[in-house]
């Protein structure tokens, strides 16, 4: 049994995480582990920390520590990236009569993905068609963004349960409309340096409601190792960084106040099966497979989405670049594990020029897979 470190982030004036390149109209909802584990490894950096000397061991393929991405959460109510592939549970009848709606879903709640990941049938657990309609097992938030149990409404927000003017419970109906983030595009002006001209833009910004906010879960591995000679642990340095980057934020558009949080260690650990070779593994986290693990990982899957990563990157060595652009197999997908683990790796991304100019120092993107496994029924085969 792997047990997860949670950590909560709750955002002060909202994040913006860019999804279409240089587009800054757009934001992405969660925090990808690749873009986490390289805010960490710079505010570590910044805090005049041995940046070879933290990356070393992910280098090696033996990291001292896993990362889930950055998922919402409400209340007490976590939630996971929905699976890329629904017929293993939904039948035929729900995937032909409803495929909006479960398109629609983007996270499930914990007791949901228990369930799944025991291999039940899901059918009878999804929200009401008509909106009118008064749930029984499973209900909607944000329109069906979000999809949980009716057991798990007590442990949502209470502005999202109670209505304040009379104190009485919200119906279970009416909870479809209550969001647990909106986004904007907030409009910023430039000015031009020379005729102080002035030309307005838009950035996109993700805010959460009260109670809300982002989790992403950390499996220690080597927690007390050093990360150099004379330097921390592990464990010291990933809370040294993760305190710079509350103060310094996550994401774009830092500089007008976006991305600062405040952040808390969860008492309690999140306990999720440990996967094993040859398993299927739904995925929490991005997966750059090893050259070792293709083509099976990917070829013997039951469904993955891959996603372009590029974007810039920031070096106390020069001004701000283009990094290399890279696929990585996205949050939700099911891979199937080869050889014992960890599983994935971190690429090198840093830039590369025509002119054979060498780039200063290399820039790492992490792609170690950390997700929890699909059962097989007693044939065998996968439920």
């Not at 969660?30 to 986490?36: C, E, K």
């Not at 001209?197 to 906010?213: K, L």
């Not at 969860?266 to 997966?287: A, Q, T």
């Not at 997700?371 to 029924?377: K, R």
Request: hydrophobic share 40%; glycine share 10%.
């Amino acid at each position: 049994m792997a047990d997860l470190t949670v950590y909560r982030l709750t955002f002060h004036a909202g994040f913006h995480i860019g999804v279409r390149g240089v587009n800054l109209e757009e934001s992405g909802a969660h925090i990808p582990s690749d873009s986490l584990f390289a805010a960490i490894l710079d505010a570590f950096l910044r805090t005049g920390g041995d940046a070879d000397g933290f990356s070393t061991p992910f280098k090696g393929r033996k990291p001292p520590f896993l990362l889930t991405s950055a998922f919402p959460f409400a209340g007490g109510v976590h939630f996971f990236p929905m699976p890329v592939p629904l017929d293993r549970w939904f039948s035929s009848g729900t995937l032909r009569e409803r495929p909006k709606d479960l398109k629609k879903v983007r996270f499930l709640s914990e007791g949901l993905f228990r369930r799944m990941l025991n291999g039940e049938q899901m059918d009878e657990w999804l929200f009401p068609k008509e909106e009118g309609v008064e749930p029984t097992r499973g209900l909607a938030l944000q329109g069906g963004v979000f999809w949980l149990t009716v057991d798990e409404i007590n442990k949502l927000p209470e502005p999202m349960r109670i209505n304040p003017r009379t104190g009485q419970s919200i119906p279970l109906r009416a909870l479809r409309r209550h969001r647990v983030f909106s986004s904007q595009q907030v409009p910023r002006v430039t000015l031009d340096r020379v005729s102080s001209a002035s030309n307005i833009f838009y950035a996109g910004r993700v805010s959460f409601a009260p109670g809300c906010g982002l989790w992403f879960g950390v499996q220690w591995l080597q927690p007390e190792a050093k990360v150099s000679n004379g330097g921390p642990s592990f464990r010291d340095a990933f809370l040294m960084a993760l305190a710079i980057l509350a103060d310094d934020g996550l994401g774009g558009e830092r500089t007008v106040g976006y991305g600062g949080f405040s952040w808390t260690e969860e008492p309690n650990s999140l306990p999720l099966p440990d996967p094993k070779e040859g398993d299927l593994v739904w995925l929490l986290s991005r997966y750059h497979p090893h050259k070792d693990e293709l083509p099976r990982a990917l070829t013997e899957s039951i469904g993955y989405q891959l996603t372009p990563v590029a974007g810039w990157l920031r070096s106390w060595h020069g001004p701000a670049q283009r990094r290399k652009r890279i696929w990585l197999v996205a949050e939700g997908s099911l891979i199937r594990t080869v050889g014992s683990g960890p599983w994935g790796e971190i690429a090198d991304v840093h830039p590369v020029y025509n002119s054979g100019t060498e780039f200063p120092h290399p820039v790492w993107r992490y792609g170690f897979a950390l997700g929890a496994p699909v059962p097989q029924s007693a044939s065998g085969q996968e439920v």
